[in-house]
């Protein structure tokens, strides 16, 4: 079992950057797969990005290619959501979330929060105008 505890959130403004981190009690982390999801107020939860454990091969959201870049360090547990040119609608929770090495199935899984056993407690963003 491992134990998730995002930081970093807070208030920007639009265009801003900000990094969120997730650490990870896990002694064997480099074998989860990790992602990010967000829930906006009246919203669904959604998927933001994610990072294989083999390869640290990379997914995301059409809504934030390009902007976002998510990373993990292995020696350090813990897993990287890069946000840049921030804009309102980023406005959310973001919680990290982990699986133990998946099977082959997340391949095509890997965007629904039903592929992650373990989630975070979740971070607000509020990317002010």
């Known amino acids: 079992q491992v134990q998730l505890i995002e930081s970093g959130g807070g208030l920007v403004q639009v265009g801003d950057s900000l990094r969120l981190s997730c650490a990870a009690s896990?002694?064997?982390?480099?074998?989860?797969?990790m992602a990010w999801f967000r829930q906006a107020p009246g919203k669904e939860r959604e998927f933001v990005a994610a990072?294989?454990?083999?390869?640290?091969?990379?997914n995301y959201a059409d809504s934030v290619k390009g902007r976002f870049t998510i990373s993990r360090d292995n020696a350090k547990n813990t897993v990287y959501l890069q946000m840049d040119s921030l804009k309102p609608e980023d406005t959310a929770v973001y919680y990290c979330?982990?699986?133990?090495?998946?099977?082959?199935?997340?391949?095509?899984?890997?965007?629904?929060?039903?592929?992650?056993?373990?989630w975070g407690q979740g971070t607000q963003i509020t990317v002010s105008s």
């Open positions: 979330a982990a699986d133990f090495e998946p099977g082959p199935e997340y391949i095509t899984h890997f965007y629904q929060d039903l592929a992650y056993n373990y």
């Open positions: 896990s002694r064997t982390f480099s074998s989860y797969a």
């Open positions: 990072i294989s454990w083999s390869d640290s091969s990379t």
